[in-house]
Structure formats: C-alpha cells, structure tokens
C-alpha cells in the first residue's frame, strides 16, 4: 500500500471517485495532512467513520513520533524523533523573548565528516523524506504552542544532515511549510544552513529560492579548512565563491556566514583578514559563534582573539553578530548533534 501522504492529490481524487465519494473530499483531507497536521485518519473528523475506515483500509499513514526530550536551563529543549524504520534524529526548540526557531534535520547522520562537528561522528545513515522533514515541523511548533505558548517563528535547516544532499526532499517540505495550503510561514523566516555544496548553491538560484541561505565557512584558508572540512576537497572556494555570486547575481541575497571560533585554529587577525577577502565578490553578514564542547577535543577562541577578529572586520564595515551557544547543556547547541545506537 502507499503512503496517503506520498499520493498526488490527482490520484487522491481519482481514487475518492472510483470509490463513490465526491471530488471536495480531497481538498478536505488534503488540508488535514498539510495544514492540520494529522497525524491518524481518525483525527479526520469532517469526514464520514465509513470514509475514515475505507482510507484506512487502502493507505497507510506513518509518522514521524517524539521519543525523548531535554530541556536547557536556558529554555531551549532538544528533541528526538523516532521515525517509521526505528532510525531517529534531532530538532530543537530555541525561544527567545520575540520568537522560537525550530532547528530541524534533514538526514540520519551526515557524511562530509567535518572534525569539530559530532553528527559527522555518526557517518552517513540515510536521506530523510519530506514528510519526516515536515514531521518535525509539525510536532516541534505543537510543542511549542504547549511550553512557551506561541507558534513557532523561525526555522533553521542546521540539524543534523546537509541539506544540499537531500535537495528534493528538503525543497518539497520547504514547500509545504510555507504554502498557504499548508503552514503558511513567510519563506523569510527560514533559513537553509549548507557547509558549501557549490552545485546546490546554483541550483538554489536557478530555483529562485526565497528562503535565506548561510554557508557554514568557519574557516576562510582553504588549506587549513580542507585539513578540517573534507568537503572542501570536491567543493574548493573558486567553485564556492563562483557560486555563491550567482546565487547573489539571481536572487539578491545577501549570504550569512557561519564561523566556528575555535582556538589557534581560525581566530587570529590573518584570519579576519582571509575572512574579509572571501566575502567581497558579494554581500554578508557574519555570525561568529561559539564553539559548543564535543568530544573532537577542539576549544573555543579565548576572548581577546574574538575581540581582535571583531575589530578587524567591522574596520572593514562588515556586519558582524557573535552568536551565543543555547542548549549546551543538553548537547543541543550548534554540532552537537548525535544520536547513538542507530539501528
């Protein structure tokens, strides 16, 4: 049997047909996956027990579940989601005092293997599907509704996975997150965080992709980032930069750029300054974020050459913020990301 969620509305309607019912029920039921968010034909409760019964009979309905979760001293709460196959991944839930950002997944594990991150621990396990994508969406602004009383806000794709490698899924989520048939959010709202994946970044454009894009840079010496970064082996900054100017050039986007400060590693002044040389072919904002302890043995950059490296950039009128971790304390905060005993 198919999924009902991985039908076409024309076959659902088609389908409702050859079974006697009327072409209005698709619309119905349509709006119960996608902006009521059902998770079982019986919480469809303007349909009719015997249609109920006849769907249930005919497709199946999996869903994305939460199987555990932390809170922060903070506020900020990480959850675990179990998934159809067993396998499980992790959002999280950050509130501040005007807003809450969902951060979701996109794949079991990750395989580019970046050093300072524990997702790249876990390898590479599988894509996630678009329902499991928007799974987490749906569940994690539920809980958001229930532990800070507000829908969420914001969402960042900065979970566990890159995105870039699983385009069509995440495009198809996207999608729905912010039809008006399904969720309804402003694509401003969502941010797509890739560690650089030069085709994707073109094929974004040539999608004219509304959303933000960050690029998690965190080191602007090739060498030193390829030592640290595999990635940057296939995706060298010539392709990266080229790309990330035609995103500009297409859509007008200004880039964010992610940047792990870890010490002695990318935090002097010379690296302010290779920072600054990257980013001129187009137009950014930086974020410098703290670095959140794994088991990689990395340490985050002493003060003073945060300091320094701040300096050095705004004498160079770039937009700089220092992002704080949130959710240390329950392993939620930026690379924290792992869950053990994947089956």
């Known amino acids: 049997m198919k999924d009902i969620r991985h039908i076409s509305q024309e076959e659902l309607v088609s ?18 996956l996608w902006k009521k968010g059902a998770a079982s034909f019986e919480e469809m409760s303007n349909l009719s027990q015997s249609l109920r019964s006849r769907l249930q009979e005919s497709f199946t309905f999996t869903h994305a579940e939460i199987s555990d979760h932390r809170q922060s001293t903070d506020g900020t709460r990480k959850y675990i989601f179990r998934l159809h196959d067993g396998k499980q991944v992790e959002g999280v839930l950050i509130p501040t005092e005007t807003r809450v950002t969902a951060c979701i997944s996109s794949q079991v594990g990750c395989a580019l293997r970046c ?40 969402i960042v794709y900065m979970g566990m996975g890159e995105p870039l490698l699983n385009y069509d899924a995440v495009m198809r989520s996207i999608a729905l997150i912010t039809s008006p048939n399904g969720q309804g959010l402003s694509p401003s709202r969502i941010t797509l965080s890739t560690v650089g994946i030069a085709p994707g970044i073109r094929k974004l454009a040539d999608d004219g992709f509304k959303p933000e894009v960050a690029l998690s840079l965190h080191c602007a010496d090739e060498l030193k980032r390829r030592q640290r970064m595999p990635v940057t082996e296939t995706q060298n900054f010539e392709k990266l930069r080229e790309a990330l100017v035609y995103l500009h050039e297409k859509t007008g986007k200004r ?3 992610e940047y792990l400060m870890l010490k002695n590693w990318n935090d002097s002044v010379e690296d302010a300054r290779k920072l600054f040389r ?39 009128n770039m937009v700089v913020n220092i992002r704080h971790s949130r959710g240390k304390d329950i392993d939620a905060a930026c690379g924290q990301l792992v869950k053990k005993g994947q089956n």
């Open 15 to 32: 389908f409702l047909l050859s079974i006697g019912e009327k072409k209005f029920r698709a619309s119905q039921i349509a709006e119960w």
């Open 255 to 257: 880039i964010t750029i």
């Open 115 to 154: 050093s300072f991150c524990a997702t790249g621990t876990m390898g590479f396990i599988r894509n996630l599907d678009f329902t499991e994508i928007f799974d987490q969406f749906i569940l994690l602004d539920k809980e958001a509704q229930t532990n800070y009383n507000q829908h969420i806000t914001n």
């Open 278 to 316: 990257f980013c001129q072919p187009f137009p950014v904002k930086i974020n410098l974020i703290e670095y959140n302890s794994t088991e990689s043995g990395y340490e985050k950059s002493p003060e003073e050459n945060v300091r320094k490296f701040v300096e050095f950039l705004e004498s160079k």
